[in-house]
């Protein structure tokens, strides 16, 4: 059984930062790329940011760009977000999602296998 655990949300103010954390157990994640999706009351759920197995390739949603990173440790079968600059539109259940993909990232949800339960981020303004 796989699982992902999301951890880091929280409430905080517009300008502050917060990192999320996605802790993956129950098999070992071989050539798995990673992703943060969010979504918030009303919208549909929307990419954030990928990581390629290797970590040596990211993408981002031009919304975040330049204010969050996404990171991942292969010892800790762990993958972070790393959120600068909040603003309240970043307001959202943050999930992180595991899929097979040896080389490059995946941008569309559909092309994951795995997710977490989702972790609260609300940014006041």
């Known amino acids: 059984q796989v699982q992902l655990v999301e951890s880091g949300g929280g409430l905080v103010q517009a300008g502050g930062s917060l990192r999320l954390s996605c802790a993956a157990s129950g098999r070992t994640f071989s050539s798995y790329a990673m992703g943060w999706f969010r979504q918030a009351p009303g919208k549909e759920r929307e990419f954030v940011a990928a990581i390629a197995w290797s970590g040596d390739s990211t993408d981002y949603a031009d919304s975040v760009k330049a204010r969050f990173t996404i990171s991942r440790d292969h010892a800790k079968n762990t993958v972070y977000l790393q959120m600068n600059s909040l603003k309240p539109e970043d307001t959202a259940v943050y999930y992180c999602?595991?899929?097979?993909?040896?080389?490059?990232?995946?941008?569309?949800?559909?092309?994951?296998?795995?997710w977490g339960q989702g972790t609260q981020v609300t940014v006041s303004p």
């Open positions: 999602a595991a899929g097979p993909r040896p080389i490059g990232t995946m941008m569309r949800g559909e092309e994951y296998f795995y």
